[in-house]
């Protein structure tokens, strides 16, 4: 069997790698340079606890089991997961019985530690806390992750058992008979044929993807969440997930705890009509708000002196305001995953289980377990998070651990060496394997020398060098040469 997965984020690499455990052949297909570089990099990266939707939801039923799944991730792919727990605050008895009603919900979901806590122990958990707030639903079960390393470190493993990626490359087109997906043309002009199972994993554009082969689904609609993120000065503000009453357009503007020891502010959620690059702006009215609700919530957060940026994220979502995760009828062996908006990073990996080993089966797909299925990668070094001793060790067995290129997350230029031979391919492929470019300075002194390690490991010249997308060079060639 030969299964093709489009789209390169959380979804579509946890289906990768999910497929990669049976039998026959699994080809991921991302257009851009690198993995994880939509909707998955520009979220909130919280592990929810699965209080908010209907029980009857696929994202209700997803979430819960994916949240669940996370640990196994952790053991597995090494990827970073902190159940650091939330709270849903509420001022009042009018507000209080909304958490109420969030309790029964996320009992019925089977939401594991969650209760509602008074005034004295919400000022314990939170202390910092505004002091307008009486009562709060604790969820322990919460969590944060970073997306981009599950999409990451998902598709390295399935690569180690057997997948194909490829990066830089879009399906435009394909070849349909008698009713099936025979095979699909990229835009570089490769054929990849003979093809069994096509998913649709695309985010933003499933609609679009879909398109292509005549299939009906409902159309996306897009929302974005714009974003201010803090430094580690903030940090001892926030202890945990903090989150007003969620509303009709989501779960509100938060403040909360980053992996890397940051703080996060957001989102906005502003309707949009299409998707274009000029979207993913932040807007002056939407950072004023982000900032505002954040004071609501810890009155001390807002200094201008903690801020190291702002960013925009888009989420999409149909107006059935569930995921669409549907076999087509017009085509047998196409199965579409959108409408992916919160809680889809949670509810990721159970997407993966459901599509297939549900999905599958029920379109006359027979899956034969692999025997040498290997579902463990080895665990990234990071020398930050090193003893002496141990890095002592390393430098003497690579010199190039000693040489430090990212100086606010001290970084070296042998963890920047392993990330490109891991798949990264632009300076922000680098920044997202390793933190070099996320701390303070945001690149500004050590996107340069990443781009000249880029150059030489993979033999370009620096002119060829991108930031993220094919347009974004960072140099233009050489001035000697133009005078």
Known sequence: MRSVVIGGGVIGTLIARQLSKFEGEVILIE???DLGQGITKANSAIIHGGYDDPPASLRGRLCARGNELYDRLARELKVPVNRIGSIVVARNEEELKKLEELLVNGQANGVRDLRIVGREELHELEPAISSVFNYALYCGSAGITEPWMVAIAASINAARNGAEIITGDGVVGGRVEEGSIKSLRLASGREIKNIDIVINATGLFYEKVARLFDVEVPPVKLRRGEYILLDKRAS???RRIVFPLPTASGKGRLVLPTID????????????QDFTPQELKTTAEGLYSVRQSGKELIPGIDSPQWYVKSFAGIRPESS???FYIKAACEIDNFITVGAIRSPGLTAAPAIAEYVVLELLPSIGVSLEEKRNFDPFIEEQTRIKELPFEAISSLIESDPLYGKIICQCNEVSEAEI???????ARTIDGVKFRTRAGFGRCQGGFCSWKIASILSRELGKDLSEIRQNVPESW???GKVRERC
Do not use: M, N
């Not at 020891?261 to 949009?272: A, D, N, R, Y």
């Not at 060496?417 to 798949?423: A, E, F, K, L, P």
């Open 31 to 33: 257009k851009r340079e």
């Open 236 to 238: 001892d503000l926030v």
């Open 417 to 423: 060496v392993q990330s490109i031979r891991d798949g």
């Open 474 to 476: 960072i140099t233009d």
């Open 261 to 272: 020891g940051g703080v996060l502010l957001g989102p906005t959620s502003e309707e949009l």
């Open 320 to 322: 059935g305001k569930d």
